[in-house]
């Protein structure tokens, strides 16, 4: 008797071949036959006008503190996607000296946008080494987790205050290459790194401080184990964007060593850099280098709500000071302060573009109701006041718990994502699932690809989609024995109808500690998601009882180790 049996579903493998209808069996968490299966299961799954596809792989994540207590890194999990990568962008949770812990919260909250409440009542600290860190978010897992170990934790674990201030000796970089091994060894997919994250100082994080020597020593680190580096370019300019590929591809041919940057953002102003950072990424290959970059295909939503720093407003010097030091009284004081107002006021004017987008989604008082709804631009009309004043008098009004959205910023252009979603050297990533959890919507960039690109433009199709979700991603990253529907392959699965698949509506959840509530999109046309044979999602239950899921690629020794 099988395990489980999906029937009549449409199976699309991930291997970018055209689909079949078919039935998938499972045994023991792995895929035992595809076909017609007879015989019977402990439970039936009946897929018909469904597809069965490989679970989604989505390898640029940072649910590194949310695992702690949350083991489906929701919402990725309804989303169709079984495997996640956290430890992106230089950070990680791990290794990380008890002292730097504060240090660590104060990066995360300024790049990524994560609450020091949620880690403040969520996180137990009970972990130092990679080894325990992995240990400890292993114990629950529905998700697997293929983790990146962090270059800024490297340095600072090694050079501790030193790493925010110079390159490292000879003697540091090989402590970092023998402390990459340990976190190797314990389960690390590979090492990401930063070219333009700053701290909660705004000064550089730790990895910007190194050299090219420590690079390529760590990326010969690398090359013993076949792990990947992971990059986050100066994706603002294409010049500079060029060099890093330029780098990448050096290290890549060197070591012997699969390379990734994210992001390669997509829109009206930047179309003809992009066009020559990806005829750069064509020599390279040519050249037999790997440098894979990652698209987002969804548009970016923003909400947020004074209560805690924006990303939106934290690039004007007088919003910073008051929205990362200010108290939440000090922030109050700023706003009625006439002098203050002011400057802060004419700091924002070069927003002015957004305020027929950006709309009220949420107030508490019961007078201010009849505004949600509303764009500022529309609410400046009604006041007879302008679209900034608008939001910071409702703000006060809200006791600064008034949330806005601006929906669809910078919306990508069409044409030219559909070209690079088609393009064999780039796969999908920059989710960026577990951060920004209170101001951009995270997911729904699998339903959108789906969606508008598949289903809406015909822009690519729905084989192609698949594949670069899963195996495309899976052999990129070194992930072995998921991304194909194939016999012996573990069991992780996505059921959906293709005619409904979307991002989902943005909705509220009350699910962060500390802090309590987050924006994300839900998913739509997601039926079942499987984890090692074990159903762990269902549209009709959503979150069930699963532990199957994990650590990737698994621990193992390298040839130097």
Not at 68 to 89: E, Q
Request: proline share 5%; with cysteine; aromatic share 8%.
């Amino acid at each position: 008797m099988y395990d489980l049996i999906i029937r009549n579903g449409r199976i699309v493998d991930g291997s970018g071949l055209p689909a079949y209808n078919a039935d998938v069996a499972v045994t023991d968490g792995r895929i035992a036959r595809i076909g017609r299966v007879e015989g019977e299961a402990r439970r039936v799954i009946d897929a018909a006008g469904r597809v069965v596809t490989p679970g989604f792989i989505d390898p640029h994540t940072h649910f590194d503190a949310q695992l702690l207590w949350d083991g489906y890194a929701k919402p990725a999990l309804s989303h169709g996607v079984t495997t996640i990568v956290p430890g992106n962008c230089s950070l990680s949770l791990a290794p990380l000296k008890a002292k730097h812990r504060m240090k660590l919260v104060g990066m995360f909250n300024q790049i990524e946008e994560m609450p020091y409440k949620a880690f403040e009542d969520g996180v137990e600290w009970n972990w130092e080494t990679f080894e325990e860190y992995v240990a400890r978010i292993g114990k629950d897992l529905a998700i697997n987790v293929a983790p990146l170990v962090g270059h800024s934790l490297l340095r600072l674990w090694v050079m501790e205050e030193a790493s925010m201030q110079r390159t490292a000796t000879d003697e540091e970089i090989g402590a970092m290459q023998d402390l990459l091994r340990r976190c190797l060894d314990a389960g690390a997919v590979g090492l990401s790194t930063s070219f333009v994250d700053m701290d909660e100082t705004l000064q550089p994080v730790p990895s910007r401080y190194a050299d090219t020597r420590e690079l390529d020593a760590l990326s010969a680190t690398l090359a013993d184990y076949g792990r990947v580096l992971q990059i986050v370019p100066e994706f603002y300019d294409p010049d500079l964007t060029i060099a890093r590929i330029d780098q990448l591809a050096e290290l890549s041919l060197k070591h012997g060593i699969p390379t990734t940057f994210s992001p390669l953002f997509v829109n009206g102003d930047n179309a003809a850099g992009v066009e020559r950072v990806m005829a750069r990424v064509d020599e390279q290959f040519a050249r037999g280098a790997r440098v894979w970059p990652q698209v987002q295909t969804r548009p970016i939503d923003i909400s947020f709500s004074f209560a805690v720093p924006s990303l939106l407003f934290i690039r004007f010097p007088s919003w910073y000071r008051v929205m990362r030091f200010g108290t939440h009284d000090d922030i109050v004081a700023a706003f009625r302060d006439p002098e203050q107002r002011k400057a802060l006021v004419a700091e924002a004017a070069s927003l002015s573009p957004l305020w027929p987008r950006l709309v009220l989604r949420q107030v508490g008082s019961e007078a201010n109701q009849s505004l949600v709804g509303k764009t500022l631009a529309q609410i400046a009309e009604l006041r007879q006041t302008t679209p900034i004043d608008a939001m910071i008098d409702i703000s006060l009004e809200e006791d600064l718990d008034a949330h806005f959205l601006a929906a669809d910023m910078g919306h990508n252009d069409d044409a030219r994502v559909s070209a690079l979603l088609r393009h064999p050297r780039v796969h999908i990533g920059a989710s960026d699932g577990g951060a920004h959890i209170l101001s951009f919507s995270t997911y729904g960039d699998t339903g959108f690809l789906f969606s508008h690109f598949v289903r809406d433009l015909g822009a690519i199709g729905l084989e192609a989609a698949v594949k670069k979700i899963t195996s495309d991603t899976a052999s990129i990253w070194g992930i072995p024995e998921r991304g194909l529907l194939q016999k012996g392959y573990v069991a992780d699965i996505a059921i959906f109808d293709p005619e409904t698949i979307d991002r989902g509506a943005e909705y509220y959840v009350q699910d962060v500690p500390g802090d309590g509530s987050r924006y994300v999109r839900d998913s739509i046309g997601v039926d079942t998601v499987i984890v090692g044979g074990e159903v762990a999602w269902t549209a009709g239950d959503g979150y069930l009882p699963a532990h199957r899921g994990a650590i990737l690629p698994g621990a193992t020794v390298g040839a130097s180790a």
